[in-house]
């Protein structure tokens, strides 16, 4: 009877880590700014999440933007087809729509998309307002507080470039995966403020080869971006780094595959 009941406590266990494992893709591939590229879709569009998602992508990066009215919209650039989107209200970028006839998608229209995915992490890159600092941290407040409204906390990993960006999402969030993206902060630095990884464009990586290893040995993801060549993803990849952010998942994959 023991055995027996060890032997159903040891599957259950085992049903419940897989379940775990199987909550989300487990590869270093990143589709930056949505899988847009090769078929010609909006970047940032939900589009291009889907279609991160159905290429089997670990992650999607997006950007979050906050308009002069206080809505949440995703967009890269700081204008949505020549509108100013830090000047403009949510109706006012209305007038502008996607070549494939999608609107901006606020930020909870994108999350939703996203949470229909759930295989996909939700890689949310707070924006860095040009309005200054406490826009950037009300930005930062009402990202987070959408997260968890949305119920989202474990699907979803903030980027920034604000260094007090990423410090208010830890102490709003405690067990929220938060990286920096400045490049500009040492593995042990970025640790000591609550982030939980480092998120460094690829030039900072070459200036300073010795910090994926750091970062590692303290406990921090590493993530790096934008990397398209074949032989930087294969620098990086032998450098063991956590992620990869790309405009070029597929051929990320197709060298994952040759390994």
């Known amino acids: 009877m023991k055995k027996y009941s060890l032997l159903i406590a040891t599957f259950c266990l085992f049903a419940l880590v897989q379940n775990s494992y199987a909550q989300f893709n487990k590869n270093v591939v990143i589709a930056h700014r949505g899988a847009w590229k090769k078929n010609n879709l909006p970047e940032n569009s939900i589009a291009s999440l889907n279609q991160a998602a159905a290429i089997g992508c670990y992650g999607s990066e997006f950007d979050v933007h906050l308009t002069k009215d206080d809505s949440l919209v995703v967009n890269h650039d700081p204008t949505f087809y020549g509108i100013d989107i830090e000047s403009s209200t949510y109706q006012d970028l209305l007038v502008k729509k996607h070549p494939n006839g999608e609107k901006i998608p606020t930020a909870e229209e994108y999350l939703l998309a996203g949470k229909k995915n ?5 890689i949310f890159e707070i924006k860095t307002a040009k309005a200054g600092k406490e ?3 009300q930005l930062t407040r009402m990202s987070v ?16 470039f604000d ?3 990423g410090k208010l999402v830890h102490q709003l969030d405690a067990k929220a995966k938060v990286a920096y993206l400045n490049g500009d902060v040492a593995p042990a630095e970025a640790k000591a403020a609550g982030y939980t990884g480092i998120d460094y464009h690829i030039n900072a990586f070459k200036k300073n080869p010795d910090w994926i290893k750091e970062a590692h040995k303290i406990g921090l993801s590493v993530n790096v971006w934008t990397v398209n060549d074949v032989e930087d993803m294969k620098n990086f990849l032998a450098q063991k780094v956590d992620y ?11 060298v994952l595959h040759q390994k």
């Open 145 to 160: 507080d959408l997260v968890k409204k949305l119920g989202l906390q474990k699907q979803v990993e903030y980027i920034c």
């Open 163 to 165: 260094y007090d960006a």
């Open 135 to 137: 826009r950037t941290l």
């Open 118 to 122: 759930k295989k996909t992490k939700l």
């Open 244 to 254: 990869i952010t790309t405009n070029e998942p597929e051929l990320l994959f197709e």
